[in-house]
């Protein structure tokens, strides 16, 4: 009798006992009387969608397993993002199953709060527009970005109350660059940009590949530009007094005071213009240009910056010595001067490219349609008049994201106005209103929402109404006073009809192809519209006031601020999603705070440590927030990301961090109407007292370790395949092995090669040069393998649950150079886990594969300290999924519990999902058919999964790179996780 049959036998022979002393409650399997038409019980089914976590609406596919969403992933039909999605757009799970979800309409009755059916809303909403209706001008909306089908509704609406039309808010909202755009340009708009096509990148701040316009969209495309395939590589200059993410990935970073980038870019102007540049020009605008821009030597423009003048002209010689530069200005977190910069930049890149073919105004991003800062302080400042006495307030939070100073708590305090707020969850700006109404979810509700121009992305149910919540469009179009003419209540007709009458459908049949695809797709056309230059009189008048100078001295106890946008928070919406929470930044590898980022030299001139209090001081407000030293941060200048500090939002988010917008000032810029995020001057102090600060890495750097390792570009030149030769046994010597047969040697191998089933030996490929430490992987990651969260005080025992982690490493000599590194279990051929476990939990699968047997581990962590990669995780408790979260869980993956190691298991549920179709079709896996949901979701492509065993695979392919070798593989583990080296170019 073998091993396997005994246990078998004797796990049967025990079952009386262990049934007798379970702690486990009786199970019982309900089956649906009444089955949906398309479900079928343990069978998938997908639905095409559109993101709305930001205004940028890539399309997405839910899967649905048993009438609920269990995982949201990329539509790969869509044009803007291509198949993947952002870690934020993974989230978009946790709003539908947020235990903390309003599930009914809750209305307020004194102090407190009284529950209402949907119907009992309808009524008290339909009795105030009545009431409303009698006197023009009585009501007010404001709502976040809407799709066109719903913005009809909304102005037919409000037409029909001789209301004005809605409010638009985004607290990004691009001010500077639409009216650049206007100046420059004569268009108000905000442009794609072929950034795929250049061949120099410039950007003075904006961070394209984390909020800015559409992330998941550029970073396909700075990818495209500048990942490393053989050739040349493109040059990405990032200018900005914070590194963010996009700064990290970028060639040079150069840290200028803030608002001197104006000086900068003037500075590129002069340089072009001497050169002969901009003969498109008119003649009157190039002697303007080089009567402003001739003051602006390289040695002036590096003085006004605070930057070295040798570094500024390296920058000028490779931009101008590039055939297609494209140049980008400051992003949201900018300052006073992002005007005048914007303005620059888009007169530079009409000097550098005429033709500005790297612009597309027929292909705009639709956040353009947002208001600016002031139209906001002025629709508030509006609120206070007695005449308006009712508001409709849709999915937006201005109570938070908005200064201390704008008075918006004021105006939506003010008795004779009664609020009713379009919310699922109780926000800052949802405790202040009469009526809080929640409404179906973007996955729960027919819609459609084109993030840009020519895109026309659908909305449809992807599972049914949790809560029995109707749409927004519904309840307006069953609460006007009279019936709006020529549209259904019913919202897949309303949507039928818009698109019938705007030409995108035609019949029925259209329709059911348009809901499959996810929308309406217009191929680009080959000749798209570009701009032409059209000067206004305010582009002479931008540049006749003084421009900004270098910062001015300040002390130890005064600094510049800025209020970053988060790449997990966004602006704040983010907040309550445990995902987002639990995955740190990027940057700084804290989890679930936002602390005070410093330069290390200003933290030490404070007398401060990381994890000390500050106390931070502007003329509109003030908080306090832990410090954390970051060299990524200019001398004299303090960030905070946007995101934390609510003091309502749920769990999750409530009195946690502190919320930066209360430093910012109320005031815009009088011609843009933007808002600055950027504080010239507040005062900071030690406040007394600390925290532990939540990071997840170890040491910052290597210490000369075989980990993330990085060649130089002029090394590749001429270098073929290198791995059939031996060099030794060092750590640098040592070849690269593959898991097979063949990487097996007598004189280095104890033991004989594994055999693998049908020749399948599962492997990946990743590539740092396209790794942009986005950790959308690691988001996918706890989607698709129902890991728990632990929460903050576990992140500080080191307790995560992760299983792969982005690690970010700096080069010791210049902090500034950044590697980011995706770490998993590297599903060894020689796998140290294995040979040290005495209940052979950890298993060496037939195709390859490190399995661990969960039912079979007793807890005792040797695989763990046998692992050099330390990526396995113990099950320290039994995590708890609050209700209904535990509806986001993938029925397809065991969830584990208490005493348990657990680690990646490269998605081994889809490996059998593909063998199972290969079966009923008689035929084997196809190289690309498998996709864990890290390689599904990665915006850059920088993961390659598939066959080893292969020799014409795509991942047996490129480990003949010469860029490939494995993480410290001298350790002879034989690793199936095979790297390629990042590509750097010194400048």
Same mark, same amino acid.
């Given at each position: ?161 001789? =209301? &004005? $039309? /809605? *409010?638009? #808010?985004?607290?990004?909202? !691009?001010? +500077?660059?639409?009216? @650049? %755009? ?48 053989? =050739? &040349? $590589? /493109? *040059?990405? #200059?990032?200018?900005?007094? !914070?590194? +963010?993410?996009?700064? @990290? %990935? ?738």
């Amino acid at each position: 009798m073998d091993r396997r049959t005994f246990l078998k036998f004797a796990g049967i022979g025990s079952l009386s006992v262990a049934v007798g002393c379970s702690s486990q409650p009786d199970k019982t399997i309900y089956s649906l009387v009444h089955a949906p038409d398309d479900m079928v019980t343990g069978k998938e089914s997908w639905y095409a969608s559109t993101c709305r976590e930001c205004p940028a609406g890539c399309g997405v596919i839910a899967r649905n397993r048993e009438g609920r969403v269990v995982k949201v992933e990329g539509n790969p039909l869509h044009p803007i993002n291509h198949g993947k999605i952002c870690m934020r757009g993974q989230s978009a799970l946790q709003a539908i199953y947020n235990p903390d979800r309003i599930k009914t309409p809750l209305i307020k009755n004194g102090d407190r709060r009284q529950a209402l059916s949907f119907a009992e809303a309808e009524a008290v909403l339909k009795e105030k527009v009545q009431a409303s209706s009698r006197k023009k001008g009585g009501v007010r909306m404001i709502t976040e970005v809407p799709g066109e089908g719903t913005l009809r509704v909304m102005n037919r609406f409000l037409d029909s109350l001789n =209301g &004005p $039309k /809605p *409010l638009i #808010y985004e607290p990004f909202a !691009y001010e +500077s660059l639409k009216t @650049a %755009n206007r100046i420059v340009f004569g268009r108000e708009g905000l442009p794609s940009y072929r950034m795929q096509d250049a061949d120099f990148l410039l950007c003075f701040g904006a961070d394209f590949l984390e909020t800015w316009l559409s992330p998941v969209e550029y970073a396909r495309k700075f990818k495209e530009m500048h990942a490393y395939t053989g =050739g &040349p $590589k /493109p *040059l990405f #200059y990032f200018v900005s007094p !914070y590194q +963010s993410m996009t700064g @990290a %990935n970028a060639d040079h970073w150069l840290a200028p005071a803030p608002g001197g980038e104006t000086a900068l870019v003037l500075g590129c102007i002069r340089e072009a213009l001497r050169r002969g540049r901009g003969g498109p020009l008119p003649g009157s605008v190039v002697s303007f240009l080089k009567k402003k821009a001739e003051p602006f030597s390289p040695e002036r423009a590096a003085a006004e910056a605070g930057i070295e003048p040798r570094a500024f002209q390296e920058m000028v010689r490779h931009l101008l010595a590039a055939k297609r530069p494209l140049v980008l200005g400051p992003g949201t977190a900018a300052a006073d001067s992002a005007l005048d910069t914007h303005t620059a930049v888009n007169l530079l890149n009409m000097i550098l490219d005429p033709y500005l073919s790297l612009f597309d105004f027929s292909d705009r991003h639709r956040v353009e349609l947002a208001a600016t800062g002031a139209e906001v302080r002025e629709f508030f400042e509006g609120l206070e008049d007695e005449s308006v006495s009712f508001l409709l307030i849709n999915n937006v939070n201005p109570v938070f994201s908005l200064p201390e100073t704008s008075r918006v708590r004021e105006a939506l305090s003010r008795e004779s106005l009664f609020t009713v707020c379009f919310s699922n969850f109780m926000d800052e700006t949802a405790e202040l209103a009469d009526l809080v109404f929640p409404v179906q979810l973007p996955l729960e509700r027919w819609g459609e929402y084109g993030g840009k121009h020519r895109v026309v992305s659908t909305l449809q149910p992807a599972m049914g109404n949790l809560i029995g919540a109707p749409a927004l469009p519904e309840v307006l179009l069953r609460s006007t006073v009279s019936p709006i003419g020529g549209i259904a209540e019913d919202l897949q007709t309303v949507l039928i009809g818009e698109l019938v009458r705007d030409k995108k459908i035609e019949s029925k049949q259209d329709w059911l192809h348009t809901v499959q695809r996810g929308g309406v797709f217009e191929n680009e056309p080959e000749e798209t519209e570009s701009p032409e230059l059209v000067i206004s009189k305010d582009l002479f008048k931008r540049f006749e006031k003084t421009l900004p100078t270098a910062e001015s001295s300040r002390d130890d106890h005064t600094a510049a601020f800025m209020a970053a946008p988060s790449i997990r928070f966004f602006d704040g919406r983010g907040a309550n999603r445990p995902w987002l929470n639990e995955i740190p930044d990027p940057l700084t590898k804290v989890a679930w705070q936002s602390p005070v980022l410093l330069h290390p030299d200003t933290l030490k001139g404070l007398n401060a440590e990381d994890g000390d209090f500050l106390t931070l001081k502007s003329k509109s407000g003030e908080l306090k927030a832990p410090a954390y030293g970051f060299t990524g941060v200019r001398p004299g200048l303090a960030v905070m990301t946007i995101g934390q500090g609510h003091s309502a939002y749920g769990r999750y988010a409530e009195a946690r961090g502190a919320n930066p917008f209360r430093l910012l000032s109320r005031e815009a810029d009088p011609v843009s109407g933007a808002t600055a995020f950027v504080m010239p001057a507040v005062s900071i102090e030690k406040a007394g007292g600390g925290m532990t600060i939540s990071h997840t890495d170890g040491s910052k750097f290597q210490h000369d370790r075989k980990i993330a390792l990085s060649v130089g570009i002029h090394e590749l030149g001429g270098h073929g395949g290198h791995h059939g030769e031996e060099h030794g046994f060092g750590m640098h010597e040592f070849p690269l092995t593959l898991p097979l047969p063949e990487g097996y040697a007598p004189h280095r191998d104890l033991y004989p090669p594994h055999g693998h089933q049908n020749d399948y030996r599962w492997g990946m490929i990743v590539d740092l040069d396209r790794c942009i430490g986005c950790a959308a992987c690691a988001a996918a990651c706890y989607a698709e393998n129902n890991l728990g969260v632990v929460g903050e005080e576990r992140i500080i025992e080191g307790r995560e649950m992760s299983w792969m982690r982005i690690e970010r490493y700096h080069d010791r000599k210049r902090m500034e150079k950044i590697t980011f590194f995706p770490m998993f279990c590297q599903h060894c051929d020689n796998a140290p886990c294995e040979s040290v476990c005495p209940v052979y939990a950890p298993h060496h699968g037939k195709e390859g594969i490190n399995n661990q047997i969960y039912n079979r581990c007793i807890g005792t962590r040797y695989c763990s300290q046998n692992c050099p990669y330390k990526v396995r995780r113990f099950n320290w408790f039994k995590w708890e999924w609050s209700e209904p979260l535990n509806l986001q869980l993938n029925p397809d993956v065991t969830v584990r519990t208490k005493g348990v190691m657990e680690k990646c298991s490269f998605c081994v549920q889809r490996i059998k999902t593909a063998h199972g179709k290969a079966k009923d079709e008689k035929r084997r896996i196809l190289d690309g058919e498998v996709a864990p949901a890290c390689v599904q979701t990665c915006p850059t492509n920088a993961l390659t999964f598939g066959n080893l065993a292969d020799k014409n695979s795509r991942v047996r392919r490129l480990t003949e790179n010469p860029r490939a070798y494995q993480v410290m593989g001298y350790l002879n583990t034989k690793p199936a996780v095979i790297y390629l080296k990042k590509v750097v170019q010194e400048i």
